[in-house]
Structure formats: C-alpha cells, structure tokens
C-alpha cells in the first residue's frame, strides 16, 4: 500500500521540513491573526473535567449517580472530558503509543511501503486498541443514553446498532520554529459521534474553546480524552455540544497523538431523537446521513463549528 498514493491533493511533508532545520515556516502556514495562538498564557489554571469511570462499577448508588451527573455536565457545558480508571490495559496504551512513535521516526520511503499487517506485531496492538477502544465507547454511549433520558441503548441503535463506522488516526506533530505563527491542527468540531483521544503523555498542545478562550487540556496520566461530535449533538438535539477544539505545536518537542472516532454507520439518517423535541424545544436539525453531512464539510474545509451551526433549521 501506498499511503501518500491515497490522497489527490499533493502531500507537503511537515515532518521532513521540520527536520530540515529552516528556522521560518513557509508563508502558507502562517495563521491571520485572529487564528494564531497566544502561548504566553501559560498560567491557565482551568482543565477540562476529569472523570474516574471507577465510581459507576462500585456499589454505592450515590457515587454512581454523582459520576453520572459530572459526564453529564460536562457534555453539556464543555463537550469534553478525561476519563480515568477506563479499563483499558495501561500495557496496551504504552504498546499502541509506541507503535505509532516508531513508525513515524522510519524514513519516508519505509512508511510509504508500510502495510498493517494484522500477522504483524504491530497489526496486532491496533487491532486489539481498536477493539478495547470500540467497547469503551459502547460503554461511554450507554451512558449519554441514560443521562438523556433516552433507553440505554438508545444512540448505540441509532448508530446502526454492532454495525457502526469507526476508524483511528495517529498524528505526528513535528517541532516547529515559529510556534506563536501557526497551528498543529486548525480550529474544528469532530464531525462524527464520539472521539477518545489518547493525547502524548509528555507534549500538551490541545486546546479547547470555553466561551471565548481557549484552554490548553493538561492530561491526566493514561486518560483518554473524550469529546462529543457533530452527530451526537444533533442525537441530542443540542443539548449536549460540539465543541470546537484546535491542537498548538512548538519548537522543542514532537507530540504524536491517537485519535479514535466512533461514528454512526454511514446511510443511516441522523436527527434529533424524538423524545428531546417538545413544542418548547423543536427540533433544531434536519436529518442528514453521515454520508452526506461529510461531504458537507469536504467542500467547505475546516471552519471551527459553522458547519453543525449551518445546518441548524432557521425557525
Ligand atoms: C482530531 C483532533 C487532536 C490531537 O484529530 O480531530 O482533534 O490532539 N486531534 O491530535
Ligand atoms: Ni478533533
């Protein structure tokens, strides 16, 4: 396989214009203003919520209804949190981070003969982190269910039930001369469900929009990130967000980052589900195929969240 092969647009490799040394980036990367980061606010005491999934497989009602309500919270007023105690195998998450770190230091010429093999050593640690990972979202879906009022399977079914899409992608930051110029990943919302990202346990560089700033997220040890995507704030009729998010570089330190999207299987019609719309709060989206909302965005690029907002039905 080859993976530049698989792109129509020509690929600029960052990584091999990082290692060149060149102490100023080209000019097509440098961000307007308005888009550029502010990394002297270091200081920024805020994180994004942190939640320990431990406190829903004990006994005690209360602990359970306490964590329940902080996911809850925290999907409808940051559309992101860390979760801890995930039950995912702290060995797997150090075999996948290492993986990924070394395929991305071979030469170009390897990687673009790479094949994941599942016979692979390699294959098999992602094959076994995209299983882990596919229940823990399953796990993580039950939950918004049940924190919407809806049945527990509620968003799992309206996904297309055990056939749903997901898909991982690493993502190789290389070190960057002129940090305060540019960013690693452009202001968007996720367009799919549910994201778990495994963020590098060394480099901070996410960023989260809170109102109008934005919050660098300081990962807790061997938590996964998770946020809300376009498709589940349309499940939710808006009430849990979207949020947008963005990822700084800098120019001392790489950062590598796992990201694993659960997305609904692709025909089926996605819309607000009909127990959240009332005559007090109609329906705020038109139904839309996963296939079609993403073809939505290709043609229109990366646009921090107008695309979700675009779609909302003008009442
Ligand atoms: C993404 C994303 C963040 C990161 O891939 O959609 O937001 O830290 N990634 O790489
Ligand atoms: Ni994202």
Same mark, same amino acid.
């Given at each position: *396989? ?52 431990? &406190? ?30 995930? &039950?995912?195998?702290? +060995? ?5 981070? /290492? ?35 596919? /229940?823990?979202?399953?796990?993580? *879906? ?10 527990? &399977?509620?968003?799992?079914? !309206? ?6 899409? !997901? ?32 963020? +590098? ?9 809170? &109102? ?60 607000? !589900? ?42």
């Amino acid at each position: *396989m080859n993976i530049l092969q698989e792109w129509s647009e020509p690929i600029t490799r960052v990584q091999s214009l990082s290692d060149s040394g060149s102490p100023a980036i080209p000019d097509r990367y440098v961000k307007p203003l308005s888009e550029r980061p502010s990394l002297s606010s270091g200081a920024n005491p805020t994180n994004i919520p942190v939640i320990d999934l431990g &406190g829903l497989v004990g006994h005690e009602a209360k602990l359970r209804a306490l964590t329940l309500k902080n996911i809850s919270l925290a999907c409808r007023e940051w559309g992101f949190f860390q979760v801890i105690n995930h &039950g995912v195998s702290l +060995d797997l998450i150090h075999q996948a981070r /290492e993986v990924w770190r070394q395929f991305f230091h071979l030469p170009i010429d390897k990687k673009q003969v790479y094949a994941n093999s599942p016979r692979t050593y390699e294959g098999k640690v992602i094959e076994e982190y995209s299983f882990e990972l596919t /229940e823990l979202s399953r796990s993580l *879906m039950n939950i918004l269910s049940v924190n919407l009022g809806l049945g527990e &399977g509620y968003l799992q079914n !309206a996904f297309g039930g055990d056939d749903i899409g !997901a898909c991982l992608r690493a993502t190789f930051y290389p070190k960057c001369p002129q940090p305060d110029l540019t960013l690693g990943l452009s202001s968007h919302s996720d367009p799919g469900g549910m994201t778990l990202l495994l963020p +590098d346990d060394q480099v901070s560089g996410l960023q989260v929009r809170k &109102g109008d700033s934005w919050i660098t997220v300081k990962p807790a040890p061997n938590a996964f990130i998770v946020n809300i995507g376009d498709q589940i704030e349309v499940l939710s009729n808006a009430i849990f967000k979207s949020v947008e998010h963005r990822v700084i570089v800098n120019s001392t330190k790489e950062r590598v980052s796992l990201a694993f999207f659960y997305n609904p299987k692709s025909n089926l019609l996605i819309q607000p !589900a009909k127990e959240l719309v009332t005559p007090y709060r109609p329906a705020l989206y038109q139904p839309m195929t996963f296939d079609e909302y993403r073809l939505y965005i290709r043609s229109r690029g990366p646009r921090g969240k107008s695309q979700v907002e675009s779609l909302k039905c003008s009442r």
